[in-house]
């Protein structure tokens, strides 16, 4: 792909959504690995300078952002630009190392940011190639509820509705680093994950939220086999007694989420909100929480 001029200083902007997790995680029947996402209206800004140079750079990230880093440096590969000065400015609501996909917005933020800087406007599918190419995404690059292979970017389900959850979103001091985890006993359970995304595809289609909720609950507990989330046992019962139709957790993170089914009257809110005042003072200390819709 070429860029359309050849750039002497130009200013861009990208933004991406963060997830709560995943709404289900697993391992199908033939070896491809899925991703089901759940994304928040809470995510991650992105803004860059580019300015012709001897030699390509990018400045301005803290040194622990290297992946962010990278993806600057590929987005402006794969968009010819030549040698540039990347300067880069970011922020973002987003928990590190807790399952809510910082990392993947990061990334799509600074290429879609790179792209507006070029004049050029990059697509779903190549945002999920470019992500892929950095490390394993979510499929956050693409609107609503898509279910990703989150090793090579293909998109194995993407489906016209989304169940606009309330989300009680609770985030423990727990990090887990993603590339850390192992999930190579989840193929002796393709068949049974392999079903779980079948349901989940037939509830979507239904525009089921409360089936979606149970689907999404089932496999924060199959997960459990493979990645103990710290939060779950605390808020298991928490699903009945506030009202929720499920929960939803980081599979290869820490974070949790009470999912509450969208509503017309904002009661969805409200439980959310009590779920917190009432639940947070019975975590493990330094757990933080916050109160988000599902994103479209």
């Given at each position: 792909m070429q860029a359309a001029a050849t750039i002497?200083?130009?200013?861009?902007?990208?933004?991406?959504?963060?997830?709560?997790?995943?709404l289900a995680q697993g391992v199908l029947p033939g070896g491809r690995r899925f991703h089901v996402t759940c994304p928040i209206e809470v995510g991650a800004e992105i803004a860059v300078r580019l300015t012709t140079a001897p030699r390509t750079s990018?400045?301005?990230?803290?040194?622990?952002?290297t992946t962010t880093g990278r993806a600057v440096r590929v987005a402006a590969e794969f968009l010819e630009l030549g040698p540039v000065l990347i300067e880069v400015e970011r922020t973002s609501g987003l928990h590190r190392a807790k399952g809510m996909a910082s990392s993947t917005a990061d990334v799509i933020a600074a290429a879609t940011a790179?792209?507006?800087?070029?004049?050029?406007?990059l697509d779903p599918p190549t945002l999920a190639q470019l992500a892929t190419s950095v490390e394993a995404s979510d499929g956050v690059m693409y609107p609503g509820v898509v279910a990703l292979d989150q090793h090579d970017g293909s998109l194995l389900h993407d489906w016209s509705w989304t169940p606009r959850f309330?989300?009680?979103?609770?985030?423990?001091?727990e990090d887990r680093i993603t590339a850390e985890v192992r999930f190579d006993r989840q193929a002796s359970m393709a068949g049974e994950y392999g079903s779980l995304l079948t349901e989940l595809d037939a509830a979507m289609h239904a525009h089921d939220a409360v089936a979606v909720g149970a689907i999404s609950t089932r496999s924060a507990e199959l997960n459990e086999a493979f990645v103990a989330n710290p939060l779950l046992p605390h808020l298991r019962s928490a699903v009945t007694d506030f009202g929720a139709v499920g929960l939803c957790v980081g599979h290869s993170g820490t974070v949790c989420g009470l999912l509450f089914a969208p509503d017309s009257e904002g009661a969805a809110g409200e439980l959310a909100r009590e779920a917190v005042s009432r639940l947070l003072p019975t975590l493990p200390p330094g757990t933080e929480a916050l109160v988000t819709r599902m994103a479209a």
């Open positions: 002497s200083s130009r200013a861009g902007r990208g933004a991406a959504r963060g997830t709560c997790g995943e990018v400045v301005g990230l803290p040194d622990w952002a790179v792209a507006a800087a070029a004049g050029l406007e309330t989300i009680a979103t609770f985030i423990p001091v």
